[in-house]
């Protein structure tokens, strides 16, 4: 049942405040991504891990870290959240960086603030 | 740098009607080209993509992409829409086994 797995839907957080985003695949996919969406902006990559332990810089980095200790989870961290880090995040997998066709989650909405 | 570029960010028809949505990258090497499509409150999901071969492509629920390379375009297209067409279109590019880089989106409003 292949799906990419978000949690949470929603979240509200302070100024200063950490944050952590989780996502899981169950498609034993090597790739995953975190992107973050903003109006206008389309999809930017903040991060993409090639497998565990194996991870690399997107195009907007700045202010995030991610963790990938199991090839099926793929976490998002925001330590001391900002107000313009308010946004929708997306995690998304292929079954590995060749492949151009990318699996999404349905999304993470935070406010931040 | 290359560039994923969606001139239009709204497009409105009414249903039955055609439409195209445009697409153009500026990439001189071999590139993945391909569409998605988001729902609104969803992640987004596959509609089609491009390598080699045959420029028009068919996707899902009858849409269909036309690459070409004099206009450095992938030109989303279906022939009649309907209402549930109604969705956020995103072009996105991968060169050379590269990351996937998306435009900013196409929203797509169907009438009754």
């Known amino acids: 049942d292949m799906k990419v797995t978000q949690m949470p839907r929603y979240l509200i957080k302070r100024m200063g405040e950490n944050v952590l985003l989780e996502c899981g695949q169950d498609m034993s996919h090597e790739t995953m991504y975190w992107y973050r969406q903003d109006p206008g902006l389309g999809l930017q990559l903040i991060y993409i891990s090639y497998d565990v332990d194996s991870n690399s810089e997107g195009d907007i980095p700045k202010g995030y870290r991610v963790s990938r200790k199991k090839r099926e989870h793929f976490s998002l961290i925001l330590d001391s959240a900002k107000t313009n880090q308010t946004s929708v995040y997306f995690c998304?997998?292929?079954?590995?960086?060749?492949?151009?066709?990318?699996?999404f989650g349905h999304g993470t909405k935070l406010s931040v603030l | 740098t290359q560039t994923v570029s969606q001139s239009d960010a709204h497009v409105t028809v009414f249903e039955g009607d055609s439409v195209e949505l445009r697409c153009n990258y500026s990439?001189?090497?071999?590139?993945?080209l391909s569409w998605y499509i988001q729902h609104h409150g969803r992640g987004l999901q596959f509609l089609l993509k491009?390598?080699?071969?045959?420029?028009v492509v068919q996707g899902v629920n009858g849409f269909e992409a036309e690459f070409s390379k004099s206009d450095s375009s992938f030109h989303l297209r279906k022939a009649s829409v309907h209402w549930s067409d109604s969705a956020v279109y995103f072009c996105a590019v991968m060169p050379n086994y590269n990351v996937l880089y998306f435009g900013s989106g196409t929203k797509l409003t169907v009438e009754p």
């Open positions: 998304a997998s292929s079954r590995d960086i060749s492949n151009e066709r990318l699996f």
């Open positions: 990439y001189g090497g071999s590139i993945y």
């Open positions: 491009y390598y080699s071969g045959n420029p």
